[in-house]
């Protein structure tokens, strides 16, 4: 995996990619506004990018289920909308997760900033969860 | 969308979804015991039928993330990892989700049921989602 993270979020995600960015030292793909947009857009744009470059990436929408939906679409890419830091602990231990999934209407950014931590500084277990995740290709 | 409801999970969603077949009156497609399984051969045997019935489902397993990547894998599957009743029915109206992800490890027995309850009782409001949803495929 490169240590490369994008990030990228619709028009109700756009307010907490910008307080995120900085932090999670990412690539912002955008939205670039608080326009109204489609959030698949996005999801693709991100889903294409990371599996290309191997990378990681960020989702952030209104209540982060459309880009968790729309980035699993894409064989390859194991998106994990969080809710708390053991979430994306898990995500990370269990699943492998390479997308990190947010709600920006439900989560306080402290907790969106544990999440981030504790997505990018956990490894992944392997074992009988390598299994699972050949699986789901 | 017929009133079939699926249930499935993995071995550590096996006790939660004992306690939620009856409340949830919905059809039960394993794992039947406590074994260890692997959570993509349930997600993926619901979605089936979930595609096939135009029905709904509920997947359970430790933290409901690797169910959500699992099902969403599948085109017409819209899988929703929720932990409250809000996100719940912010996945109906907004996302039209036909599948309930939820984490036995992570959520109370009472806040799985809410969840259950507005996912089943929560209608799509269509209009610019339903252009969003169209975009998923």
Redesign the interface.
């Known amino acids: 995996m490169s240590n490369t993270l994008y990030i990228a979020s619709d028009h109700a995600g756009f307010a907490l990619k910008a307080e995120l960015i900085e932090f999670a030292q990412a690539q912002d793909l955008g939205t670039h506004s608080a326009e109204?947009c489609?959030?698949?857009?996005f999801a693709n744009a991100l889903a294409e990018r990371v599996l290309k470059e191997n990378a990681r990436g960020i989702l952030i929408c209104?209540?982060g289920?459309?880009m968790?939906?729309?980035a699993?679409?894409h064989?390859g890419i194991?998106?994990?909308?969080c809710?708390?830091g053991?979430?994306a602990e898990?995500?990370r231990k269990?699943?492998d997760?390479n997308v990190l999934c947010l709600?920006a209407r439900?989560i306080g950014i402290d907790t969106a900033k544990e999440c981030v931590q504790r997505f990018l500084n956990t490894a992944f277990e392997g074992g009988?969860h390598a299994?699972?995740v050949e699986?789901?290709e």
Chains 1, 2 share one sequence.
């Open positions: 109204r489609d959030y698949p857009d209104g209540s289920i459309g968790s939906i729309a699993n679409r064989k194991r998106a994990a909308l809710t708390s053991l979430e898990l995500a269990h699943n997760a709600g439900l009988r299994e699972r699986k789901l």
